[in-house]
């Protein structure tokens, strides 16, 4: 089966830190652009992170930059999402997908995404 499943989502005070992480089964992601993105309840989905496939470079936008950092290891077939200084405007199931948002750019439509993890930032 072709599949992304992302874990490590959980409860959080503020000021903590969660590593999500993002495994693919079916297919490899050693070709592929990762992205991450988050929904929270009555907000639009939000690019928050990509990882190019082939430099590594790497774009996040002004609400996550400077606290969140995302990696890959392609050998594990598995992203991953560094999220640090948590706040509660975090809030949100967090979603990877082989879609990337780069500035205004959108690239990957259509590709795979997983059903997400709920990440919860409260005291």
């Known amino acids: 089966q072709v599949q992304l499943v992302e874990s490590g989502g959980g409860l959080v005070q503020p000021g903590g830190s969660l590593m999500l992480s993002c495994t693919a089964s079916?297919?490899?992601?050693?070709?592929?652009?990762i992205g991450w993105f988050r929904q929270a309840p009555g907000k639009e989905r939000e690019g928050i992170s990509c990882?190019?496939?082939?430099?590594?470079?790497?774009y996040y936008p002004d609400s996550v930059k400077g606290r969140f950092y995302t990696s890959r290891d392609n050998a594990k077939n598995t992203a991953y999402l560094q999220m640090n200084n948590l706040k509660p405007e975090d809030t949100a199931v967090y979603f990877c997908?082989?879609?990337?948002?780069?500035?205004?750019?959108?690239?990957?439509?259509?590709?795979?995404w997983g059903q997400g993890t709920q990440v919860t930032v409260s005291s």
């Open positions: 997908s082989t879609e990337c948002q780069w500035g205004l750019a959108r690239y990957g439509a259509p590709g795979y």
């Open positions: 079916g297919f490899t992601l050693d070709g592929y652009n």
């Open positions: 990882i190019s496939s082939e430099s590594g470079r790497t």
